[in-house]
């Protein structure tokens, strides 16, 4: 039930977009492809009317220049009425589009036979009309069915996207919540005030972690939950918390996904500097290299082996939902060593299509 409602959204927000089935034709891409494929048809059509020795480069001269005009002004004209064509239903959209293929056909050919006579032979002219205008429908809603097809794809996966993303991103919260409601309740007995002032905190802390959601964040938002994170723990750590920020200038619009790096500093300073008597300075370096933006927290850490189980989870949370939206242009490197460690993170900083 909640994957059919996800996907109804999907759809909702798709319309609401002003997406169509259609995908956007004027694209060189598009373009490319539809000149490729137009070419192929028309070679198929040359060799099943001509005799291999003898190839028909009339033929195939002739048919190139009708049909290539034909799809591409057909092409051109379902992408400038694409606005106007996904403020209807699918029914009326599919319709009209088939309609207007249909239109330029008819219309071409009549031009075709006021100039150039001579190209239908001794044919009948309607019975050439009726078969263009057969074959221009017929491979028109063939093409509108693998659109639509590929766009309700498309939706589905976006939709159980975000459902792994969602879900990775609670499995997140409650671990964010208990560690920082652990260290207020440590400040109020010794620190009333100081607790008062690090729930506070913790509201706005909360608020900005829930607005939090795929690739809406930027590096800023992030950056300052680490830092409210970090002032609460300050509260009941000390001196004992040092911090080392080494930002790169420029970063902060950049795209970052909510709750990646925050996490990480956390087990930095749970699983790290606070177990330590006189704990440790905890390092966040951003950077950006090429189309990547580079992510790093090193902190020092007790003489253990291993990672520990809730440190381990983490991590993993977080590089799932790297995968989940970049796939394998996004990593999540542990590095450790002797009494330190550092975690890498990097991702594109243009999500693939």
């Known amino acids: 039930m909640q994957d059919a409602n996800g996907q109804q959204a999907a759809v909702a927000g798709a319309?609401?977009?002003?997406?169509?089935?259609?995908?956007?034709l004027c694209a060189p891409r598009s373009v490319f492809f539809l000149v490729l494929l137009t070419e192929l048809v028309v070679l198929i059509h040359s060799l099943a009317v001509s005799r291999l020795p003898a190839f028909d480069w009339t033929v195939f001269a002739a048919g190139s220049l009708l049909v290539q005009w034909l799809v591409l002004f057909s092409a051109a004209l379902l992408c400038a009425l694409r606005s106007w064509f996904a403020r209807r239903s699918l029914f009326v959209a599919a319709a009209c589009s088939i309609l207007l293929v249909l239109l330029v056909t008819a219309l071409s050919s009549q031009l075709v036979l006021s100039f150039y006579p001579q190209w239908l032979g001794a044919g009948d002219p309607l019975w050439w009309l009726l078969r263009n205008l057969l074959v221009a429908g017929l491979v028109t809603g063939i093409a509108l069915r693998y659109f639509y097809l590929q766009q309700q794809l498309a939706l589905r996966e976006r939709s159980e996207l975000q459902a792994r993303l969602?879900?990775?991103?609670?499995?997140?919260?409650?671990?964010?919540?208990?560690?920082?409601?652990?260290?207020?309740?440590?400040?109020?007995?010794?620190?009333?005030?100081?607790?008062?002032?690090?729930?506070?905190?913790?509201?706005?802390?909360?608020?900005?972690?829930?607005?939090?959601?795929?690739?809406?964040?930027?590096?800023?938002?992030?950056?300052?939950?680490?830092?409210?994170?970090?002032?609460?723990?300050?509260?009941?750590?000390?001196?004992?918390?040092?911090?080392?920020?080494?930002?790169?200038?420029?970063?902060?619009?950049?795209?970052?996904?909510?709750?990646?790096?925050?996490?990480?500093?956390?087990?930095?300073?749970?699983?790290?500097?606070?177990?330590?008597?006189?704990?440790?300075?905890?390092?966040?370096?951003?950077?950006?290299?090429?189309?990547?933006?580079?992510?790093?927290?090193?902190?020092?850490?007790?003489?253990?082996?291993?990672?520990?189980?809730?440190?381990?989870?983490?991590?993993?949370?977080?590089?799932?939902?790297?995968?989940?939206?970049?796939?394998?242009g996004a990593s999540l490197r542990r590095m450790p060593a002797p009494g330190r460690f550092r975690v890498e993170l990097r991702y594109p900083l243009e999500a693939p299509a």
């Open 15 to 24: 319309r609401a977009s002003g997406e169509f089935f259609i995908p956007d």
């Open 166 to 328: 969602d879900a990775m991103q609670t499995r997140i919260r409650p671990h964010f919540l208990f560690n920082t409601l652990n260290s207020i309740a440590s400040l109020i007995a010794s620190h009333p005030g100081r607790a008062e002032e690090a729930v506070e905190d913790l509201a706005e802390l909360f608020r900005a972690s829930l607005r939090q959601s795929g690739l809406d964040a930027t590096v800023a938002d992030e950056l300052r939950l680490c830092q409210l994170y970090l002032g609460i723990e300050q509260l009941r750590l000390g001196e004992r918390l040092r911090l080392d920020w080494r930002i790169e200038e420029g970063l902060a619009g950049l795209p970052m996904p909510g709750l990646v790096l925050q996490p990480l500093v956390e087990n930095a300073v749970y699983h790290g500097v606070s177990l330590l008597p006189g704990g440790g300075t905890v390092s966040v370096h951003l950077a950006r290299q090429g189309r990547e933006l580079v992510a790093s927290v090193e902190n020092p850490v007790p003489e253990r082996p291993g990672i520990s189980r809730g440190e381990n989870m983490a991590l993993n949370n977080i590089e799932q939902r790297l995968q989940a939206l970049f796939g394998d």
